[in-house]
């Protein structure tokens, strides 16, 4: 695709509900990354996938949070029983390079999630 | 611990002037540092990519420098412009893996 998609762009749920965040890469695209941005705060680190090597999941903040890449290429983002602390923005991005440094990465729009 | 840190105050600044942010990290020796830019509602986007054996690297109007003793990179901006207003991130891969690791970011904001 021309960019990086991610759906929906914004999901609001009710505590203790399960969400699904999707992200499309760009087409090609090896590597593929998560973060999170909480309100006027800078990204954190989730989850980095490339190629298929094993995920590196160093950032999920809890075992509610998990995520899988299908394929090769797309990516789902799942957060169980969702806490009102779980409320930001999460981004997903992919970058290119089989060996992925020094690649610059390509992020998409976000999901806006609001936990009620 | 590892840590990588810039100004967490806005920085105003006069149209036409140059900006200067700062990106200082600690316990981490990259082989590279990365700038990108943020508008509100948008994802990140790439600007600059220096290597650690660059000392200066510029683009337009912008230039980076990295000062790997230092352990501190600086953006710049020249004849900034109201259109440059907004968050500015540095990154870094601190593990040579491809991971990126952010900094909380700058917001800067031009005046005409």
């Known amino acids: 695709g021309a960019g990086v998609s991610q759906s929906p762009s914004n999901k609001v749920t009710e505590k203790g509900k399960d969400v699904e965040l999707r992200c499309d890469p760009i087409?090609?695209?090896?590597?593929l990354y998560w973060y999170r941005q909480s309100l006027g705060q800078g990204l954190e680190f989730l989850i980095y996938?490339?190629?298929?090597?094993?995920?590196?999941k160093s950032g999920l903040p809890s075992d509610r949070f998990s995520a899988e890449r299908t394929g090769g290429s797309v990516s789902t983002l799942t957060i169980q029983r969702t806490q009102q602390e779980d409320s930001a923005v999460y981004l997903c991005?992919?970058?290119?390079?089989?060996?992925?440094?020094?690649?610059?990465?390509?992020f998409g729009s976000g999901t806006q999630l609001s936990v009620l | 611990s590892q840590k990588i840190e810039q100004n967490s105050e806005a920085l105003n600044i006069q149209e036409g002037k140059t900006a200067t942010l700062t990106c200082n990290y600690t316990?981490?020796?990259?082989?590279?540092l990365q700038w990108y830019r943020q508008d509100p509602g948008r994802g990140p986007v790439f600007l600059l990519l220096?290597?650690?054996?660059?000392k200066e690297k510029r683009k337009e109007r912008l230039k980076v420098t990295f000062d790997t003793t230092l352990k501190q990179s600086l953006f710049h901006i020249t004849a900034s412009q109201p259109a440059d207003s907004a968050t500015y991130l540095c990154?870094?891969?601190?593990?040579?893996?491809?991971?990126?690791?952010f900094g909380q970011g700058t917001t800067l904001q031009v005046k005409p």
């Open positions: 991005a992919s970058s290119h390079g089989a060996f992925a440094t020094n690649e610059k990465l390509f």
């Open positions: 087409s090609g695209h090896t590597a």
């Open positions: 220096i290597r650690e054996n660059e």
């Open positions: 316990n981490y020796s990259p082989a590279y």
């Open positions: 996938f490339q190629g298929n090597s094993a995920p590196d």
């Open positions: 990154a870094l891969d601190g593990s040579n893996t491809g991971k990126l690791i």
